[in-house]
């Protein structure tokens, strides 16, 4: 599976990005077979003007799918409040490890919950795209950790606009890699569409197919990358500002929540870990 399979569902939950391209796929070949049918239908007939009912039909149909999309959107955002809820009970629970190590020494505590997240991140990053995840989590992580932990200090409140703007920056910097990854793959797919009509030889349409899946697998991971993204901002939201426990029980949430960002983000590949084969582009351009 791409993103990492069942073993980071309990950290990112499901992607809305998956199902999406499932519908989308779903509905262009839809699309395309009722276009081969009136095609098909209106060969050798003289184009004619649509009737006051066939407008009226478009019309209705225009007006159906974009209330179908707005349905969507909506079953979509409750899903994701959905996903956030459980998310952050999964995180909470995960931080409980540490921040009810109370009887401990600190610095063993720390050591013990460290020791705990090394051993889980070696685990997880063989599984598919999972040091790139792992990084994507981490630098989450920490920075709403460090967000957080700083604004709990002397001018905390000039620090926390710092972050806000440096996360808003950081939030359309992932947005715009996003869609131009999305044009980009746009302008291949129109590249070998033009380049079939031409006749191209089977070297040239072969070299391009393959140019078309590499960035259309960079789209798609960077679609999913961003999803993850603004799905943990939340997730970290509401387990730093939950108002249902003591503030101790928060600053040590924020804790355990940096060092298990710093571990995630320094992940690194086994030396002999074979490349992964649905990552053929640069995961962190």
Not at 173 to 189: F, N, P, Q, V, W
Request: charged share 35%; glycine share 6%.
């Amino acid at each position: 599976m791409l993103f990492g399979g069942e073993r980071f569902v309990s950290m990112i939950g499901e992607l809305n990005i998956i199902s999406e391209l499932t519908r989308v796929a779903e509905e262009a070949m839809e699309e395309e077979e009722n276009g081969a049918k009136d095609a098909k239908a209106i060969e050798g007939t003289p184009p004619t003007t649509p009737s006051e009912e066939e407008k009226d039909a478009r019309k209705v149909e225009k007006r159906r799918k974009k209330e179908e999309l707005a349905k969507k959107r909506q079953e979509t955002e409750e899903r994701n409040m959905a996903r956030v809820k459980e998310l952050s009970e999964n995180l909470k629970q995960k931080l409980a490890i540490y921040v009810e190590n109370t009887e401990a020494e600190p610095a063993a505590a720390m050591a013990a919950w460290e020791a705990q997240i090394k051993a889980e991140a070696e685990d997880l990053k063989v599984e598919s795209l999972g040091v790139e995840l792992l990084h994507t989590i981490g630098n989450v992580y920490r920075f709403q950790a460090k967000k957080y932990m700083e604004k709990q200090e002397f001018l905390g409140g000039f620090r926390g606009v710092y972050h806000s703007f440096k996360e808003t920056g950081q939030i359309m910097s992932g947005a715009y890699s996003t869609i131009k990854a999305a044009l980009d793959l746009e302008r291949t797919y129109a590249e070998l569409a033009k380049a079939e009509e031409n006749n191209i030889s089977a070297e040239e349409k072969q070299r391009l197919e393959e140019t078309a899946a590499k960035k259309a697998l960079e789209a798609l991971w960077k679609s999913g990358r961003l999803e993850i993204e603004n799905i943990l901002r939340e997730t970290c939201n509401q387990v730093l500002h939950d108002k249902q426990v003591d503030k101790k029980v928060i600053k040590r949430r924020a804790v355990a929540l940096k060092s298990m960002g710093d571990i995630y983000a320094h992940v690194k590949p086994d030396p002999d870990q074979l490349p992964n084969p649905f990552m053929p582009f640069e995961a962190g351009a």
